[in-house]
């Protein structure tokens, strides 16, 4: 019954507009509303919803002033998930000949956000279409159709509506549609047409030079072709675009100048993102290095001069790591019960946060899954992150 009351405001509203409105025509000898009209509220008071429905379709045909009252409810009703209630009044809305142009594109917009809500995304993106042909709420219709098309994660549609769009709203979609060209190239990896990906790759690239998205897969794309040098110019690309996304690029660059055989200049470039950048991740990478070539008490005295710059939970079990190789029995049985300890602290902590909305999660997403905005996870920084 509240959610029926509330449902009412707007209806009332509207009813208030269209009785000021006869006012102001000034038709003493004609009463502006039907007995229907009232026994229609009746219907939804009782929560009889479809009988409210009947009435109020045929009050259309008596009165088209009321055709903003039908589409307010028709909304309330898509709001409250009853999605084929709503798709009934906006069908018979568009049905009646005698509907004005304006009213009629309004209610086509309308029954095309109930399609979708149904899921019935063919139906909705025709009746998008259209109205993108009829330049008629055509940037609002283009925002729903990239929105049908990520979901159905057509990226050629996706990337040509995104152009569309961009020129009808004279907005920038160069980030969105660079993402949208770095999907079309996951898809041709998948399939191994190596062409098409890189091809996809450039034309992210060109949208958006700072793509760090598209570096990455360029650089995966050559290390899987053996092409180590071509991949490290790639990762390395990242730092210019956005170092935040360093510590993806750390591991295969190793990858790369390992099968190179040029160690040496790894340690440069790690020390080299230390001194401007920080992290974590290369600072442990430094610390193998520094153990392999010249033995654990280095890497630990490097580990603990780093840990007070850059104090962090994965440094510290490191260390620890480091000292159960070295410690007595008693000793090793403490670090044993805080190591664990450790490994139970990180064993559940996300690695990512949505700069947008605060979405945290392990793995890296291109798209925020809660937000839908591109590139705005990147890794948590602090005492528990980089």
């Known amino acids: 019954m509240i959610d029926l009351l509330w449902m009412l405001l707007p209806v009332a509203a509207a009813s208030g507009w269209l009785a000021a409105q006869h006012r102001e025509r000034q038709r003493p000898t004609k009463s502006s509303w039907s007995p229907d009209y009232f026994k229609g509220l009746n219907y939804l008071l009782n929560e009889e919803p479809d009988k409210a429905i009947d009435v109020f379709i045929k009050l259309i045909e008596v009165d088209s002033d009321t055709v903003e009252t039908h589409l307010a409810l028709a909304v309330l009703f898509r709001r409250r998930g009853e999605v084929n209630r709503a798709i009934r009044i906006h069908q018979n809305l568009i049905a009646r000949p005698s509907l004005h142009p304006q009213q009629r594109n309004l209610a086509l917009f309308e029954l095309g956000q109930d399609y979708r809500h149904a899921g019935l995304l063919d139906r909705a993106e025709d009746l998008f279409q259209e109205l993108v042909a009829s330049e008629t709420h055509q940037v609002l219709a283009l925002r729903q159709l ?21 020129k009808a709203s004279h907005e920038s979609k160069q980030i969105e549609i660079a993402q949208y060209y770095c999907e079309q190239a996951e898809v041709h990896l998948r399939h191994r047409s190596d062409d098409a990906a890189l091809q996809a790759i ?15 897969l360029e650089g995966q794309l050559a290390l899987s072709q053996r092409n180590r040098e071509q991949a490290i110019l790639a990762f390395q690309r990242v730092e210019q ?24 200049e790894f340690t440069r470039y790690l020390r080299h993102v230390l001194k401007y950048h920080g992290g974590i991740t ?10 392999q070539q010249q033995g654990e008490q280095q890497a ?34 403490h670090l044993l019960l805080l190591k664990e300890i450790m490994r139970q602290l990180l064993k559940n902590k996300p690695a990512y946060k949505c700069r947008q909305c605060g979405f945290t999660a392990r793995r890296l997403h291109w798209q925020c899954p809660s937000c839908q905005q591109w590139n705005t996870l990147k890794p948590i920084q602090g005492i528990d992150g980089e």
């Open 202 to 216: 450039r034309h992210a690239l060109k949208n958006d030079s700072n793509c760090v998205r598209a570096s990455l």
């Open 300 to 333: 630990a005295d490097f580990i603990v001069k780093q840990m007070h710059k850059q104090p962090s939970l994965r440094g510290l079990d490191h260390l620890l790591d480091l000292a159960l190789s070295k410690t007595e029995i008693i000793t090793h049985d």
């Open 241 to 264: 675009q956005d170092p935040d996304y360093l510590t993806e690029v750390i591991e295969p660059l190793q990858t790369c100048y390992q099968a190179l055989g040029k160690q040496p």
């Open 282 to 291: 290369p600072m442990l990478m430094l610390a193998n290095l520094i153990e």
């Open 146 to 166: 990239l929105e049908i098309y990520q979901q159905e994660q057509d990226w050629v549609k996706a990337i040509h509506t995104a152009q569309q769009l961009a």
